[in-house]
């Protein structure tokens, strides 16, 4: 190669180097929300088989996902959060359950940032990637410990049934939210519309399973954490 032709090459090199660093290696990486909220439009683009279960089982390459809410929460934040996933406190020797994200959540004061994580004292500035958590109110009938779920839309103000917002959750249940894109009868995996209510400086007070469906009489009024996974 004769010697300007070398020369040219390597002008164009330098050239493209800051593009490169800008566009690789030196891009600054998504927040941990975003993050979370591109593992939940994978399992949405290819899911074909779920069912809710305790025990998690996920195969990607053929859609099947198959876990509990908490099964699922360690599965995404795994991916798409890890700092925040190894933050949790779970049982020696087990995986946490919805309690456990409560309560890692709820020792942050609100408004505060805590190692990975973030708790949102705001149900009005909730954002998509936001995690939801309740633990089970003791004379709530079931063997749950409480549940948790992913934020997927940004929340919508209210007044009926109560003063509150509503959201679209991600999550992997029994039961089927409003909207919910599981079919009627079926478990596991899906997005449905959930209903906080709120207190005069608009932190949650509990929640409504299916929305502006949601009764009066049917709100359970618990403890409810919102937190933000920041890496």
């Not at 279960?53 to 198959?66: D, I, K, N």
């Not at 959930?194 to 409504?208: E, F, K, N």
Request: one cysteine or more; charged letters at 25%.
């Amino acid at each position: 190669m004769r010697a300007w032709a070398v020369r040219a090459v390597v002008i164009a090199a330098l050239l493209a180097a800051p593009f490169w660093t800008a566009a690789g290696k030196g891009a600054k990486p998504k927040p941990g929300p975003d993050r979370v909220v591109s593992v939940i439009e994978k399992i949405r683009a290819n899911l074909t088989v779920t069912k809710y279960q305790h025990a998690t089982r996920v195969r990607q390459s053929q859609g099947e996902y198959l876990f509990d809410c908490s099964g699922m929460a360690e599965w995404i934040l795994r991916r798409g959060a890890p700092a925040a996933f190894a933050q949790v406190k779970r049982p020696e020797g087990g995986r946490p359950l919805a309690v456990h994200y409560y309560r890692t959540i709820a020792k942050i004061k609100p408004g505060s940032r805590r190692g990975a994580w973030m708790r949102v004292a705001d149900a009005t500035a909730t954002r998509p990637g936001d995690v939801i958590a309740w633990e089970r109110p003791k004379w709530f009938d079931s063997k749950s410990t409480g549940h948790v779920a992913f934020v997927v839309s940004d929340p919508r103000p209210v007044m009926v049934p109560v003063r509150g917002v509503v959201v679209r959750v991600a999550d992997a249940s029994k039961f089927r939210h409003a909207d919910d894109s599981k079919p009627v009868g079926g478990t596991g995996f899906g997005t449905g519309e959930l209903l906080i209510p709120v207190d005069a400086a608009s932190q949650p007070t509990g929640y409504g399973w299916v929305g502006e469906e949601t009764l009066p009489e049917w709100i359970v009024y618990a403890s409810l954490v919102i937190g933000r996974p920041m890496r």
